[in-house]
């Protein structure tokens, strides 16, 4: 079992920044991939980033490309979701997850069912 605890979230201004860390406990954590996910309301789940298990790998949706980083501190079991230039419309619960390495550099799983464990998200909100 791995336990994942997001944090970081909060109410921002259009333009502004908001770091959002997952901390992870349990099992190994570069055993596994990491990937961040948002739900807003009435929309479904979607991907915003992924990094694979040792970080020789990134993967933004193209919503987020150049305004959101992921990277992740396997010493300190945590990956982490750089949004600057925030908009009205990434306001959404923001979800980490993990799931299995695929014992490669670039894996970056970029769908829901290539997570195994899920935190309970935190919610972001950008105002206009």
Same mark, same amino acid.
């Given at each position: 079992q791995v336990q994942l605890v997001e944090?970081?979230?909060g109410l921002v201004q259009a333009g502004g920044s908001l770091r959002l860390s997952c901390a992870a406990s349990g099992r190994t954590f570069?055993?596994?991939?990491?990937?961040?996910?948002?739900?807003?309301?009435?929309?479904?789940r979607e991907s915003v980033a992924a990094i694979s298990w040792n970080?020789?790998?990134? &993967?933004?949706a193209d919503s987020v490309k150049g305004r959101f980083t992921i990277s992740r501190d396997n010493a300190k079991n945590t990956v982490y979701l750089q949004m600057n230039?925030?908009?009205?419309e990434d306001t959404a619960v923001y979800y980490c997850?993990?799931?299995?390495?695929?014992?490669?550099? &670039?894996y970056t799983p970029r769908t829901q069912?290539? &997570?195994? &464990?899920?935190?309970?998200?935190?919610?972001v909100t950008?105002?206009?």
């Open positions: 944090s970081g979230g570069s055993n596994y991939a990491m990937g961040w996910f948002r739900q807003a309301p009435g929309k479904e970080a020789g790998s990134t &993967y933004h230039s925030l908009e009205p997850a993990a799931g299995a390495s695929g014992g490669s550099s &670039y069912d290539r &997570y195994i &464990y899920w935190g309970q998200g935190t919610q950008v105002s206009s």
